[in-house]
């Protein structure tokens, strides 16, 4: 049995609370440091600083213990692997619920005193005494093998004013906590090894992580993009910084010499929203010219990289981009690799980057959309010699189930009432749509049907209403057809057959209103929603156990990949507003090469 760390069986364990002024803090078993407590504001600093060390994983840190639960997390997703093997959108039309056990489907019924509520708290470890002992043996298990996402530290530091430009209140929170995970894990290795540490940002978009780290840190960053899109707007924008912080260094410098005249003059050179509209306009002019100053990869404190780095890469390439960029000396001896979702497959090569690179002293890496890494055997899953054994067994997880690890239980059992309503409308909604397009469209395949956007509104209305504007947003493979016995006259709203069946089908508007009505009626009745919620939950309840498998994996990996390497997965942002909110930070013991 692997080392377990006392995790408790409720969610506050697992997701902190919140204090006073609305910041998740990590749960303590002290009462006095409960919701209002008088105690709650003493703690709140220490528990901040011992949550830098907290583990995202219930287990020890050494490689046997994590091997141990990462074997018994895969015996678990083997075990229900009929709840990640299909897509929640096939309930109604893969009869789903005929794979549920009779016994777990009777506890929760309408009639038994199980609520809706007492449901989803099954993802906080929540029972019922009268559920059957295999139902709670589930509960039990994912509340043992689930990531602990609680504890994340604060950020030391704020992104505001121009810093916080475009950025959304959950990316601003995003950049807040990994620029401080970032700058603890510099400091670390500045300390053992004396140089100062570069960053090299992969995936870095628009560089709003490396624009935080370098004007708040002060620190040389190279920000890698292979989009042209992200990397034209990411240098207007950092132009606009380089001359704003410069405007506000030589006021602070003419107000510390006690020159009025000169205070005054810089004051007046503080950018204002509207000079800073102007200067990126006239940035973007400069562009459309080509007179493009900010053509050029070295740019102050951030440089972009437009350009694909790999494991291949050799030594010689590596210095010889860096030096492109202005990294050099001592700060391309010793840096930093990081990545802020970096999504799919580009999690994976971070990891293999650094473990290809003596150079890169310390990872900060957070990945996302697993299901987007190339499946249906992807490099990037398994990575560790623990899960590629377990996998060769008998592959277990594929793209669905990459897929549901990309869930969000963090606010599963708490959402609102009006929040959780509009919810399982709109994914009833869209589960029976697909059921209806499986009986419009016989035959058909994964990927042959496709949905445009269809606007909130019309998601949580009734399935009728939902259905029919639904329909006139079909994408359909050429010479797809729909079923005639759901269609009827174009003019009634109904879909008109082709007239010649070698030519391409038209997208259909709608089957008949009747149709619509019927098959609203028959599956939104109580006791249909109540096994939907049932599906949903424990598809929800595996989701945890599912991502904690692939972080463990990439956690092994770098653990056998770098000898002497210390890694841990530690909890970064609040679970509610960033569900992928674990970091898989690493820092290399050995001396850098000279």
């Not at 919140?18 to 078993?29: C, I, K, L, T």
């Not at 909604?429 to 035959?443: D, I, M, T, W």
Request: charge should be neutral.
């Amino acid at each position: 049995m692997w080392e377990k760390q006392a995790p408790s069986l409720a969610l506050r364990a697992r997701l902190g609370h919140r204090d006073g002024a609305g910041r998740r803090v990590p749960y303590s078993r002290d009462a006095s440091c409960h919701r209002g407590g008088r105690g709650q504001r003493e703690e709140a600093a220490p528990m901040a600083a011992a949550s830098a060390e907290a583990s995202a994983f219930p287990c020890g840190p050494s490689a046997a213990a994590l091997g141990q639960y990462a074997a018994e997390a895969h015996a678990f997703v083997s075990e229900y692997r009929w709840l990640h093997e299909v897509k929640f959108v096939e309930f109604f039309s893969g009869d789903c619920m005929a794979v549920v056990p009779e016994e777990w489907r009777d506890a929760v019924a309408e009639g038994t005193g199980t609520t809706e509520r007492d449901v989803r708290r099954m993802i906080a470890g929540e029972v019922q005494a009268g559920w059957p002992d295999s139902l709670k043996k589930f509960v039990k298990d994912v509340d043992r093998l689930s990531l602990r996402r609680g504890g994340a530290a604060p950020a030391a530091r704020r992104c505001e004013g121009l810093l916080a430009r475009r950025l959304t209140p959950k990316k601003q929170h995003e950049v807040e906590c990994a620029a401080a995970l970032i700058d603890a894990a510099c400091a670390a290795c500045e300390e053992a090894e004396g140089a100062r540490c570069g960053v090299v940002d992969v995936g870095a978009g628009q560089a709003f992580l490396p624009a935080m780290v370098a004007y708040t840190q002060e620190r040389r960053v190279v920000a890698v993009e292979a989009a042209r899109h992200n990397i034209e707007r990411g240098r207007e924008r950092n132009a606009i910084l380089e001359k704003s912080f410069a405007k506000r260094e030589k006021a602070k410098e003419n107000t510390a010499g006690g020159d009025k005249e000169g205070t005054d003059a810089g004051a007046k050179k503080r950018p204002s929203p509207e000079g800073d509209g102007a200067d990126l306009k006239s940035q973007r002019k400069k562009r459309k010219r080509g007179d493009d100053s900010q053509s050029t990869a070295a740019t102050g404190l951030v440089s972009y990289l437009p350009v694909y780095l790999a494991p291949e890469t050799t030594e010689e390439e590596l210095m010889a981009l860096l030096k492109t960029c202005g990294v050099e000396g001592a700060a391309a001896q010793q840096l930093c690799l990081t990545g802020l979702h970096a999504c799919g497959d580009l999690t994976p090569l971070l990891l293999r980057l650094f473990a290809s690179h003596d150079r890169f002293r310390c990872l900060v890496a957070v990945g996302c959309c697993y299901y987007k890494m190339a499946w249906p055997r992807p490099d990037g899953f398994p990575m560790s010699d623990v899960l590629q054994a377990l996998e060769a067994k008998g592959s277990v997880i594929a793209a669905t189930g990459a897929q549901l690890a990309c869930g969000t239980p963090a606010i599963w059992a708490t959402l609102p009432d009006a929040e959780w309503e509009a919810k399982i409308r709109i994914s009833m909604n869209r589960a029976l749509l697909e059921k209806v397009l499986y009986a419009a469209f016989p035959g058909s395949s994964p990927g042959d049907i496709g949905l445009r956007g269809i606007p909130k509104g019309k998601m949580t209305a009734g399935f009728a209403e939902y259905a029919a504007h639904a329909l006139t947003r079909v994408k359909l493979r050429d010479g797809l057809a729909p079923q005639p016995a759901l269609t009827g006259p174009a003019d009634r709203g109904g879909v008109a057959a082709p007239a010649d069946a070698a030519a391409p089908a038209p997208t259909p508007s709608t089957p008949t209103a009747g149709v619509l009505e019927q098959v609203e009626a028959e599956h939104t009745d109580a006791a249909t929603r109540r096994g939907f919620v049932l599906w949903l939950t424990l598809r929800e309840c595996v989701a945890c156990v599912l991502e904690a498998l692939f972080l463990a994996d990439r956690v092994l990996y770098l653990q056998a990949a770098v000898p002497g390497c210390v890694v841990r997965a530690v909890p970064a942002f609040d679970a509610e507003r960033s569900p992928r909110n674990v970091a898989i930070i690493a820092t290399r013991n050995a001396p850098s090469p000279t």
